[in-house]
């Protein structure tokens, strides 16, 4: 009877140990089972989150360039520009594109550039200087007879975005030229532009409390955090100089902050905003609650 009870204890607490053996194991395995569907859920919920808030910069970001765009409505539909494509006169540069005109219209270029693909006039303009200056060598490459800047097929036509150059990113609005009535035949092109200053920048994260930084996508220059394999989609630009577009990309920086990147399809800069990572922390804390038996 004695060595029987001994061997029905020794049974007992192996049976005993093997059982709680048994439930650490499987506390473990729902524990990473349910921290991976957990974590996973809350993560994809977090990346639609960035991606909504990306697209809200994005929506503003546009808006500034059309109104930008749409500025130059009167100048590109206006008699006396549509006589000066076609004559050069000089009254008309003395009056309308003398120095203290273009501080006032807020561009670093402008251009008027008749059919044929002949320039008429062309000048850049140092804004903080207030003086003239010769346009970028590097913007000639966009002003080729077939370019996109130059294709207007109708008086409603217009091209608007951001190219890239080695100087920096810059807004930039093509129009047709026409008369005040906006009729007739188009006689040319008017380019504007202007660079993508880092006090616009600020004034976009101050008005969307969102941390946005812009990043020129030239060739060679991808900020690291996009170092994969669908960055090589960004290094290249299509034959106009202007980026085709990619898809929202989002990257963790560390357990509290992760960017988000954004490529737009008329555009070669690239918005990166950051965001704090509070749905992942809380989600880690939600795991340990739920799987704590």
């Known amino acids: ?134 346009i970028p060598p590097s913007f000639k490459q966009h002003l080729k007879p077939d370019g996109l800047l130059l294709k207007h097929k109708s008086i409603n036509s217009s091209v608007s975005g951001i190219v890239i150059l080695p100087e920096g990113a810059m807004i930039i609005a093509s129009r047709p030229i026409s008369t005040s009535q906006r009729q007739g035949e188009i006689r040319g092109s008017l380019i504007v532009g202007r660079y993508l200053r880092e006090e616009e920048v600020d004034r976009l994260t101050q008005s969307l409390q969102v941390p946005l930084k812009v990043h020129p996508l030239l060739k060679g220059k991808v900020p690291p955090e996009l170092i994969s394999s669908s960055t090589r989609k960004l290094e290249h630009a299509d034959a106009s100089g202007f980026l085709e577009g990619v898809s929202v990309t989002v990257r963790a920086q560390d357990e509290k902050r992760s960017s988000v990147w954004h490529c737009c399809k008329t555009s070669t800069a690239n918005q990166q905003s950051y965001f704090r990572r509070k749905i992942h922390e809380k989600s880690i804390s939600r795991v340990k609650t739920r799987s704590d038996f």
């Open 1 to 134: 009877m004695k060595q029987g009870k001994i061997n029905y204890l020794t049974l007992r607490r192996g049976t005993l140990l093997i059982i709680g053996i048994t439930l650490v194991s499987l506390n473990a395995a729902i524990y990473g089972v349910a921290s991976t569907l957990l974590l996973g859920g809350s993560m994809r919920a977090e990346e639609k989150d960035t991606r909504q808030a990306m697209k809200g910069v994005l929506n503003v970001f546009n808006q500034n360039i059309e109104q930008f765009n749409l500025n130059f409505a009167d100048w590109s539909s206006w008699d006396d520009a549509y006589q000066f494509i076609q004559d050069g006169n000089s009254d008309f540069i003395q009056t309308n594109l003398i120095e203290p005109q273009l501080a006032m219209l807020q561009v670093n270029l402008i251009l008027f550039v008749d059919r044929s693909g002949k320039t008429v006039f062309s000048t850049g303009f140092d804004l903080e200087q207030g003086r003239k200056k010769p």
